[in-house]
């Protein structure tokens, strides 16, 4: 038996569709209780359909999330013990406040050393000016370039032993901190992180053809929308490169955002309205269809029903095929034509089973038997 879904009201007729196919489609007749040996008139009804291949969206999808514009991995500028640290991961610091000490005993040593080689190299200047004679004026020269060099010296080691003292470059919070007191780190060592969320930025793949630098963007994220501002247009990066095959104008834009209120949050997943959430497939422009909401669908049958598939238009493949995202199953079939509207759960079963059905039910008569089915039954 086939049946259409209870919401239809008319009596249903089967027919035999051009590509074996065993359709339900309605008639003008009043829904009533059909008396079974009731033979109604029958309608062709053409359905193409086509195979399809399911791509994963994972194939297109790469994280993606908010990031502040300023982040900074502060480093040690000395080897040494952590002495003091002020601060703990999460607390806000201001522009050049110290977060951290170092103790370092080589730092204190060369610039001791500078003080004395500058006392040394003022001596002498002090007492080539009290010379006379053919090489009194060589020896003063002499004597003040040493001492220029003494004072460079002592610059740089006042220098390195200031840098002792870590202090933060810019206003922020500390997102990490490395090193606990007593650690001994050389330099180069990662001590902290900082970071300014008032500004966030995010890298996302747009259509180059759609968005520009400086248009205000208008961003999906993992609890709502933000808008921000173009930065900037790059070409794809490599883990980017499958989306050439939907939309060869992709490309990534630089979104900042302003975060001045803390509305966002660092690390926020972002979604791309051009990279697929669902399975993709490629289909004719002529299965395209627009839905009561204003949103495309295609059908296709599954298993034995016509389903109303809403999917999300990506890239066009020249002028008359389209790439789609939606939920589609491997074994769906794409129908790409019919010769009547389909209701959305219509029942389409092969032609050769019913006729085989029929075949062994039906007496022996010249006349085809047909037969009709209420949907209330």
């Known amino acids: 038996m086939l049946f259409l879904p209870k919401r239809s009201r008319s009596a249903l007729l089967l027919t035999v569709c051009s590509l074996g196919l065993l359709c339900t489609t309605n008639s003008d007749a009043q829904a009533q209780r059909p008396d079974p040996n009731a033979q109604p008139s029958g309608t062709q009804l053409i359905i193409k359909r086509e195979a399809i291949s399911p791509i994963s969206p994972d194939k297109f999808r790469v994280p993606i999330s908010l990031a502040p514009t300023r982040q900074l991995d502060i480093r040690s500028l000395n080897e040494g013990i952590v002495q003091n640290i002020r601060v703990k991961p999460g607390g806000k610091v201001s522009a050049q406040e110290e977060v951290l000490r170092i103790e370092s005993a080589k730092a204190i040593k060369q610039l001791e050393r500078a003080k004395a080689n500058l006392k040394v190299a003022t001596i002498r200047r002090d007492l080539a000016r009290g010379q006379s004679g053919p090489q009194s004026q060589a020896n003063l020269d002499l004597a003040e370039a040493e001492l220029d060099v003494a004072e460079a010296d002592l610059d740089l080691a006042q220098l390195n032993f200031d840098n002792t003292s870590i202090r933060a470059p810019f206003a922020g919070e500390i997102l990490n901190v490395a090193?606990?007191?007593?650690?001994?780190?050389?330099?180069?060592?990662?001590?902290?992180?900082?970071?300014?969320?008032?500004?966030?930025?995010?890298?996302?793949?747009?259509?180059?053809?759609?968005?520009?630098?400086?248009?205000?963007?208008?961003?999906?994220?993992?609890?709502?929308?933000?808008?921000?501002?173009?930065?900037?247009?790059?070409?794809?990066?490599?883990?980017?490169?499958?989306?050439?095959?939907?939309?060869?104008?992709?490309?990534?834009?630089?979104?900042?955002?302003?975060?001045?209120?803390?509305?966002?949050?660092?690390?926020?997943?972002?979604?791309?309205?051009?990279?697929?959430?669902?399975?993709?497939?490629?289909?004719?422009?002529?299965?395209?269809?627009?839905s009561e909401t204003g949103s495309r669908l295609v059908q296709v049958l599954r298993d034995n029903l016509v389903r109303d598939i809403e999917v999300e238009l990506l890239g066009s493949i020249g002028d008359s095929r389209s790439y789609v995202a939606g939920p589609f199953q491997s074994e769906d079939e794409l129908i790409t034509e019919s010769s009547q509207v389909l209701l959305d759960g219509t029942v389409v079963m092969p032609a050769t089973q019913t006729n085989a059905q029929n075949t062994e039910t039906a007496p022996r008569t010249t006349e085809p038997r047909r037969r009709t089915f209420n949907p209330d039954l």
Do not use: C, H
Not at 208 to 213: L, N
Not at 248 to 273: C, F, H, L, M, P
């Open 179 to 290: 090193v606990t007191v007593g650690t001994f780190v050389n330099e180069g060592d990662l001590l902290m992180v900082l970071r300014d969320s008032s500004e966030l930025s995010a890298r996302i793949p747009v259509d180059r053809q759609k968005v520009k630098q400086g248009d205000t963007l208008e961003i999906q994220l993992d609890n709502g929308v933000a808008e921000g501002k173009v930065q900037t247009v790059l070409p794809l990066t490599n883990e980017w490169q499958a989306l050439r095959q939907l939309i060869d104008t992709a490309a990534i834009a630089v979104v900042v955002i302003d975060n001045k209120d803390r509305r966002y949050e660092d690390g926020q997943t972002v979604y791309s309205e051009i990279v697929p959430r669902q399975a993709v497939i490629e289909v004719p422009n002529t299965a395209l269809k627009n």
